[in-house]
């Protein structure tokens, strides 16, 4: 990757596993599983996101990607790994430490409904941060919030009203005052448009947008939507049961995608032209995302890959560069053979890394 | 068959209103519509639109009170489905006019087997026995593809995924070969993997079965390869109706527009910003005078504020209510002139690239 003088955060072999029990002795008499079970939420995920980029993070629901997001601002603790921020490990602060950086670490929630406060009025909730941090300066932490209020798009006078009396648009545009109230370099934005009305989604987006060219924030976000993620990513990365199958630049990966799962889950979005519908060829892939508890061997994604072959069960392929800036995990492709649709034809089996000839030949 | 000028379905001016506290919300304001054996009919709309409203008023499921049908007439093979009596419609109900909810973890009744559910449908409908209606059953699971169906049939619904659970609903719908399915938005709460399987799913056996669907959804993208005409609801009007090539290439609607617009395409290249619609949709209960949509639209006009706007007939199946429709119309076909001029028309290999 490019070099790391540009890298807000970078994360090292982030892992998130939550243990579910069983397979201890006391399982086995008691009847219990015989197995460990444990979910790989997040499962070794090297990342880095560059200063004033927006990464998005798209996966279909139960592959991390939220878990991820939570876990660089360390609202779910990590396993194992580093959270690097200006290349200070956040993983390995203390929470009284932490507190310190959640200043310039912000998040903003799916749910407009649940993540505001009923009992606040819009003005409390949005000075709140303010306040905690002592950002104020001994000026008019009113005037401030009526100024991030009307940053937002919303009236200066509403400041003593509470959040039911919003729509979910509106909401959503409060809870984006609160995360810029403290003045943030970094915004983890989780499925932040999903719950809106298609005609409020491009509003956010545009707001997002924005925001960012005014503020120089960096974003992560986070969404199952494919084509509000291509709008507003400059990069993209693609998630699958824990681990990230492929990521590079978010015009490239639409346009080229590499890895079977990222074929399929873009040729699976509905277009809105009915001439492009009637003549797209799309990739129907079988079953559904398997449980993330003790996942499929080697490739995580071999049980529902139509390019699959015995070796996928086996080796677990890594994260590669296969064009500039555009990684894939497959063990199919490599920077020789990049497309798998050919190598398929050509009946070639694994050319990846990880596979026996390439460590004989390298 | 005997349709009615060969429609299976026919909705003439429907009008379906709700007493509130707040006053009297017209859910669905005058809606009209056909829908001939085999095809399928979308009905896009924000949340508050009146899309379902207008679903379940054919079906006779609005609540009553709050929600009255005041008017209008619903044609289904002939018959008035209003004039019908209780146990009337319950016949045609699940048996000839099925319906797919959205939400496939609340449809199914947790405490029931799978079987149970389904069995119950053409034990009714069908009079069938137990063990017919359980050889069926193990049937439509199959259709709809569901794995090893004869072991899973007993299974509950938790123990089924998302998806699945969707495929066991269409399973119960098309149980009794049904004329009409009506599915509210469908696959809204699945994953795009699992919607591609559930809408190629109800096109095939669409095909197959020669059903009549109509397709409820917020999504363009889902209508657009799925559905031969389209109507456009906002604020419980109907504001454009046409067939669905004709909606997409050359609307003759404001809303219709700003909504094209408002969804990233990514079939072409992106321009900076997104083009959004402006303010919120309106308080069904309080609408303002004149054009509902006013007061969010980019070229309305004193009349728009004033006046309520005409439902303008562009042509023969081309319905917009605007008060420029024909002006809109004309900027429409303009723009689309003037796009493939300039090669931005140009339909990629990879419609996503």
């Not at chain 2, 029931?112 to 119950?120: A, D, G, N, R």
């Amino acid at each position: 990757m490019s070099e790391n003088g540009n890298n807000l955060i970078s994360l090292q072999n982030l892992q998130v596993h939550y243990n579910l029990g069983g397979g201890s002795f006391l399982d086995k008499i008691t009847g219990g599983s015989k197995v460990r079970r444990v979910v790989k939420a997040v499962d070794g995920v090297s990342l880095d996101i560059k200063k004033g980029e927006t990464l998005g993070l798209v996966g279909e629901s139960g592959c991390g990607k939220s878990t991820l997001g939570k876990a660089i601002l360390r609202l779910t603790e990590p396993t194992g790994g580093q959270v690097l921020y200006n290349g200070e490990d956040l993983a390995g602060l203390s929470q009284g430490e932490m507190r310190e950086y959640r200043k310039n670490l912000q998040m903003i929630f799916q749910d407009p409904y649940a993540s505001l406060n009923p009992r606040m009025t819009v003005g409390q909730i949005i000075a709140e941060p303010i306040r905690t941090f002592n950002l104020s300066n001994g000026g008019n932490v009113e005037a401030q919030v009526q100024d991030l209020m009307e940053t937002v798009g919303l009236s200066r006078r509403f400041t003593r009203r509470y959040p039911h009396e919003f729509s979910g648009g509106q909401r959503q545009r409060i809870g984006i005052a609160r995360a810029l109230a403290v003045d943030p370099e970094f915004i983890v934005a989780d499925e932040p448009i999903s719950a809106l009305d298609v005609s409020i989604q491009a509003q956010i987006m545009n707001l997002m947008d924005k925001l960012q060219r005014e503020k120089n924030l960096t974003y992560l976000f986070i969404s199952h939507d494919l084509r509000a993620i291509r709008h507003v990513s400059d990069r993209v990365a693609v998630m699958y049961l824990g681990k990230i199958v492929e990521l590079g630049d978010a015009k490239t990966v639409y346009r080229e995608p590499l890895m079977p799962y990222t074929i399929a889950l873009i040729s699976a979005v509905p277009v809105p032209d009915p001439q492009i519908e009637a003549k797209r060829v799309r990739i129907i892939l079988k079953g559904d995302v398997p449980s993330p508890i003790n996942p499929p061997s080697g490739c995580h994604f071999n049980t529902r890959c139509p390019f699959a072959i015995a070796e996928c069960k086996r080796i677990e392929p890594s994260l590669v560069e296969i064009k500039p800036e555009h990684f894939a995990a497959c063990i199919r492709i490599s920077p020789e053979h990049p497309h798998i649709e050919e190598n398929e034809k050509q009946n070639l089996g694994a050319v990846g890394e990880g596979t026996p000839e390439i460590k004989k030949g390298s | 068959m005997s349709e009615i000028n060969g429609h299976l379905l026919t909705v003439n001016d429907l009008k379906t209103y709700f007493q509130t506290e707040d006053g009297m919300v017209k859910a669905v304001d005058g809606i009209t519509f056909t829908l001939s054996k085999g095809e399928t009919l979308g009905i896009v709309g924000e949340s508050g639109s009146g899309k379902s409203v207008t679903n379940l008023s054919i079906m006779r499921l609005i609540p009553e009170p709050p929600g009255k049908i005041v008017g209008g007439d619903i044609i289904f093979d002939g018959v008035d489905v209003r004039k019908l009596s209780i146990d009337d419609v319950r016949k045609i109900r699940g048996k000839r006019i099925a319906m797919i909810f959205q939400d496939p973890m609340t449809s199914l009744n947790p405490f029931l087997k799978i079987s149970t559910q389904l069995m119950e449908v053409t034990e009714l409908h069908l009079g069938h026995t137990k063990a017919q209606a359980r050889e069926h059953a193990i049937k439509m699971l199959d259709t709809v593809g569901i794995p090893d169906a004869k072991s899973r049939i007993d299974g509950y619904p938790h123990e089924f995924s998302g998806g699945m659970r969707q495929r066991v609903m269409i399973a119960m719908a098309l149980s009794c070969d049904p004329e009409l399915l009506i599915a509210d938005e469908p696959t809204t709460a699945l994953d795009v993997t699992i919607q591609a399987q559930i809408l190629e799913l109800i096109k095939a056996l669409k095909a197959r079965m020669g059903t009549s669907v109509i397709l409820i959804t917020h999504d363009l993208g889902v209508v657009a390869g799925m559905t031969d005409k389209i109507i456009v609801m906002y604020a419980g009007k109907v504001f454009e109706q046409a067939p669905t090539a004709e909606l997409f290439s050359t609307s003759a609607n404001p809303y219709t527009k700003g909504l094209l617009k408002s969804v990233p395409d990514p079939a072409h290249e992106e321009g900076t910003e997104l083009y959004q619609i402006p303010g919120l949709p309106p308080d069904v209960a309080h609408l303002p005078p004149g054009c509902p949509f006013a007061p969010r639209c980019y070229r309305a006009e004193d009349i728009c504020h004033r006046e309520f706007p005409p439902f303008v007939q562009i042509d023969e199946n081309h319905f917009s209510l605007c008060h420029f429709a024909k002006e809109v119309y004309a900027e429409s076909i303009e723009e689309k002139s003037a796009a493939a001029y300039s090669g931005d028309v140009q339909i990629q290999l990879n419609p996503l690239g």
